[in-house]
């Protein structure tokens, strides 16, 4: 198949300015704050990993996508899912287990579909499945791209590595995006994954780049060259980006010295990388209406309706 004989995507990307995209970072910012505390008292149920320290990933990434794009996005979950344009309200009542969540309360934190969005726990679970959803969406013409976002915690597992020889054989138009902040869990890369991490998309012949930055702007611009190629030539390409993340793993298990995190908090804070390119009037004006829409949001989840027995046995029979 031809690029010319494949169908003109008709989508629009998100064309945002440099409010909007401080807007976005400290959206998930503030989310996943919330997330953290109030957790904590309880109003959450399951698990939670937040995505603090790494929101240039998915706003950088995410804001050149078509509309007809597909995101598969792992158990870091909720900032792809809020940078994709979810609804933050159904976010938070799915965390709840409420009825009005993302997906009416039963995928909780890491299980969300909404439009061509689709996430899952399973560490490199996804990463087939993306590689298939590529493929279909080249047979059926769409010239459409999906993104695989993975971990490095995601290298150990051999899942990734079929998925990769797939998608080169089949030629998946897919952008793998694989977000190292040098950790999974508590264990630090060094103990984790041997050799180089380029060299293992070079080896199943897919071309990859790599960024060390937490800068919005940056990102955006490597992303948009390698959607661009992905879509034009209806091949796989991959992202790493060296990346920092900010908070424990889940809800309280980080082990790593405090004085180190205050450090990657100083150089590597999105926010303030990219809130230096804003007044402080401007920085101010937003922060504070964002922080009025992640309470409001928060309290409209927790007055939505716990489903009832019946419905919840109802759901169940399928
Ligand atoms: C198959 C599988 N094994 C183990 C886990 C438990 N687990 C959840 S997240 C995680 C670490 C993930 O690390 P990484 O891929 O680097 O992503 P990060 O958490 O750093 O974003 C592990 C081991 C899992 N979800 N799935
Ligand atoms: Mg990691």
Redesign the pocket.
């Known amino acids: 198949m031809g690029i010319s004989e494949i169908k003109a995507n008709q989508g629009s990307k998100a064309k945002l300015n440099k409010l909007s995209l401080y807007r976005s970072l400290y959206r998930i910012r503030r989310f996943e704050e919330v997330v953290l505390q109030e957790f904590s008292r309880g109003y959450f149920s399951g698990t939670t990993?937040t995505y603090l320290g790494?929101e240039a990933n998915a706003v950088g990434v995410l804001t050149q996508l078509n509309k007809d794009d597909i995101v598969v996005s792992?158990?870091?979950c909720h900032g792809h899912f809020l940078a994709y344009g979810g609804d933050m309200r159904s976010l938070f009542a799915e965390l709840m287990g409420k009825t009005t969540g993302v997906c009416g309360g039963y995928g909780g934190s890491q299980h969300l579909h909404w439009r061509n969005f689709y996430s899952n726990?399973?560490?490199?679970?996804m990463l087939p499945v993306a590689t298939g959803i590529a493929l279909a969406e080249k047979f059926q013409m769409r010239q459409t791209v999906t993104i695989a976002f993975?971990?490095?915690?995601?290298?150990g597992?051999g899942v990734f590595y079929e998925a990769l020889n797939l998608a080169s054989l089949f030629q998946s138009p897919i952008l793998f995006v694989l977000?190292?902040?040098r950790?999974?869990?508590t264990t630090p890369i060094e103990l984790h994954t041997s050799g180089d991490i380029l060299s293992r998309f070079l080896a199943f012949d897919i071309k990859a780049e790599q960024i060390d930055s937490s800068d919005v702007l940056e990102i955006q611009k490597i992303a948009a060259a390698l959607i661009d190629l992905v879509r034009n030539s209806q091949s796989p390409r991959a992202l790493i980006i060296n990346t920092h993340?900010f908070g424990p793993?889940s809800k309280g298990d980080d082990t790593r010295p405090a004085d180190l995190i205050r450090k990657i908090k100083q150089l590597y804070d999105p926010l303030i990388i990219h809130g230096s390119r804003l007044t402080n009037y401007q920085r101010t004006s937003i922060d504070e209406e964002v922080n009025q829409e992640v309470v409001e949001a928060f309290q409209k989840a927790l007055e939505d309706p716990i489903p009832s027995l019946k419905e919840m046995s109802i759901k169940t029979e399928f």
């Open positions: 990993h790494q792992n158990h870091r726990g399973i560490l490199g679970g993975l971990g490095d915690g995601a290298l597992e977000e190292n902040n950790i999974a869990q993340r793993h």
